[in-house]
């Protein structure tokens, strides 16, 4: 039997026999976890034959990092996915040390690409190169002629060490990719790459690149349209954070919004933001779904904190909520996708003016879409919506409006590891109102605020008895609130 074979049939068996002896209560019900073992970025994001199709990197035989894989799993709806067998294992020469992050495509003929990276041990450091494999959507063939973009076709200065996680889409008759790389100063650099049949391909230029500004590395680009605009999104290490509370160190999430000229292949970055200020979000990739809606989707967990979070479950990782991006000025922002509404159960509908503390009867709950207008006229000095909560634990979502600032604190979610357990970022009322939207689901919780001008994520590790939630207001604060339960 081939080795390629082999390989994959074992990962195929082995995810399939671990991954249905897990009861689906053990997960969050609407947040892709990997079938078992770890997940990381996700990949392949794409539209096929009447489906969504999201593979994600993939070690099926642990919950720690491994030789990569790429997991795969299938939804008509975004929410609700069915496990599909492993779509590609580390088992050729070009892809030996892993199949590391990258894209999917549809053909004009059916089929379906995957462009991904192959990494290859040479000496004592990672190789890394562009590699392609099609098929049908549930099975594929990896090219022959592996890899399809090599380290001779990096211009001057590009790094075969760090070259990787190619974006392609086919566009005007012809093949297009991002692939990220670092140069010889240790700047983050995004290439752009073109082919007539997505096997033989043609170095065009550098679109942009860090500028000392914006991390060393950058990982994981997305580069699309989105309302007369063009968006680069990307994934850099080494962050430094920023005075103006844009940005967090560490690994962060850069989006430069500004045009593109398709004839020269420049473009022309207008403004810079990030996508996600919580402490679980990274490497996201979008799709255009049939009805023209620009959908993002990233890996909800942290790589600084990947090693001390504890494993409860035989699998590792997830899926942030699929998003949608919009345009408001000068702002990408995000809001659930509206698919989410077909999950509500019961709607219940509050208002008045809160001071002090406060508890209504059936506000609880670990499965909830609950949205707050907030009156930012009043004689306010300060608001906190406590949420996960028991006698022990809670997470809190902390307004200062004198400060203009909003926290998201985890620090009593129950964790025992010291790392980042809180994030503040500088938020303004819109017309006199400040608005937040919390998605929960089990351990995960996603909050927009202001419509998703800012989008702030955290895993909890708090116990899933902890469903209290409370309000608080120091001083009387008008509000409105609407609670959805999920089903």
Known sequence: MPCSTTKLEEARTYEA????????DDRPSFHLTPWTGWMNDPNGFCYYQGAYHLFYQ?????????????????????????YLPCAIAPDTPADAAGCFSGTAVPTPDGQLILLYTGVQKVGKQDKQTQCLAVGNGTDFVKEAVN??????????????????????????????????TRDAQDQGRILLYESPDARHWTYRTTLDRCRSEYG??????????LEGRQVLIVSPQEMEATPDGEFHAGYGIVALVGDYDKEQARFTRQWVQTLDSGMDFYAPQSVLTPDGRRVIIGWMQNWANTNDTPRRHRWFGRMSLPRELFLRGDRLCQRPVRELETMWKTTVRRSGVLEGEARYEGLSGRHLDLSLTLDATAQCS???LRFAEDGRHHTDIQWDPVKETLALDRSLSGSRRDFVHRREVPVQPREGKLTLRLILDNDCAELFVNDGERVLSAVLETP??????SLYSEGALPFEMVQHDLA
Not at 17 to 24: D, L, Q, S, Y
Not at 147 to 166: C, H, K, N, T, Y
């Open 382 to 384: 300060g608001f906190c």
């Open 216 to 225: 060393m590395m950058w990982e994981c680009p997305d580069f699309f349209p």
């Open 58 to 82: 993939y070690y099926p035989y642990d919950t720690v990092w491994g030789p990569m894989h790429w997991g795969h799993a299938m939804s008509t709806d975004l929410l609700h996915w069915t």
């Open 17 to 24: 026999r671990e991954g249905n002896a897990i009861p689906a």
């Open 464 to 469: 899933r008895e902890a469903d209290g939630i």
């Open 147 to 180: 890899p399809v973009i090599d380290e001779d076709q990096l211009p001057a200065g590009g790094s075969s060490v760090d070259f990787r996680d190619p974006k392609i889409w086919y566009e005007d008759g012809q093949y297009h990719c991002v692939v990220s």
